[in-house]
């Protein structure tokens, strides 16, 4: 089915492991985005690729890095994990600016 | 800074009821408004994309309107149903990113 493919669905961490979330889509969009959601913080940017070749930060990227491989993946890495980085984590693309945005189904993540 | 704000946090209704669910954002200077769908430990579903150019968007029992002038959002669903359970989210887009609101969570009881 087409759309917004991430890998690993769970993963629990010891602090100061480092890890990396993959995220894939196949409908040739060309931006993408990392987005975080914890309970009563709503959804909240980390970073985002508007095309192929650019990152930029969003709201929330300390603790994180990027790299957009090619037009169709877009990981996010965890370097030194900490319990404050225990959330949930979607990733989502859209065609351009102005267009809507789809989401994959999330990576549940916990820092003990 | 964009700010989206959805008020009340949580509405509980009997099915049958039309409701209405509002969003407001405190900068008029967007792209679109998108509604989404949450089910409690998925992800999010697309319901609605109103382009700023746009009044109002209709997908069967959802209609949303959107003001950009007053930043206002409304999603109204017809005849609710039990199966309409689920959090909404309401979410601005501009500048390449898209802001969200915290949700409301809906519950429709038999």
């Known amino acids: 089915n087409a759309g917004v493919t991430q890998t690993p669905k769970f993963q629990v961490l010891k602090t100061g492991q480092s890890m990396t979330l993959q995220c894939a889509q196949d409908m040739n969009h060309n931006s993408m985005y990392w987005y975080r959601q914890d309970p009563g913080m709503g959804l909240r940017l980390i970073y985002y690729?508007?095309?192929?070749?650019?990152?930029d930060k969003g709201e929330v990227p300390n603790g994180y890095n990027v790299s957009r491989l090619n037009k169709r993946e877009f990981s996010l890495r965890l370097e030194s994990a900490a319990p404050s980085q225990t959330s949930v984590y979607f990733c989502?693309?859209?065609?351009?600016?102005?267009?809507?945005?789809?989401f994959g189904s999330g990576t549940r993540l916990t820092v003990v | 800074k964009q700010e989206v704000t959805q008020i009340p946090a949580a509405l509980s209704v009997p099915e049958g009821e039309n409701l209405v669910l509002n969003c407001s954002f405190t900068?008029?200077?967007?792209?679109?408004l998108q509604w989404f769908r949450q089910d409690p430990g998925k992800g999010l579903t697309s319901l609605l994309l109103?382009?700023?150019?746009?009044r109002e968007q209709t997908s069967g029992r959802l209609n949303a309107s959107l003001d950009k002038s007053s930043g206002r959002s409304t999603l109204y669903i017809a005849a609710s149903q039990p199966g309409d359970s689920a959090t909404y989210l309401c979410?601005?887009?501009?500048?390449?990113?898209?802001?969200f609101g915290k949700g409301i969570t809906l519950s429709v009881r038999p």
């Open positions: 979410a601005v887009g501009a500048n390449s990113k898209l802001t």
């Open positions: 989502a693309s859209s065609e351009m600016r102005g267009y809507g945005y789809t």
């Open positions: 900068d008029s200077a967007i792209y679109n």
């Open positions: 690729s508007a095309s192929e070749g650019t990152t």
């Open positions: 109103i382009q700023s150019s746009q």
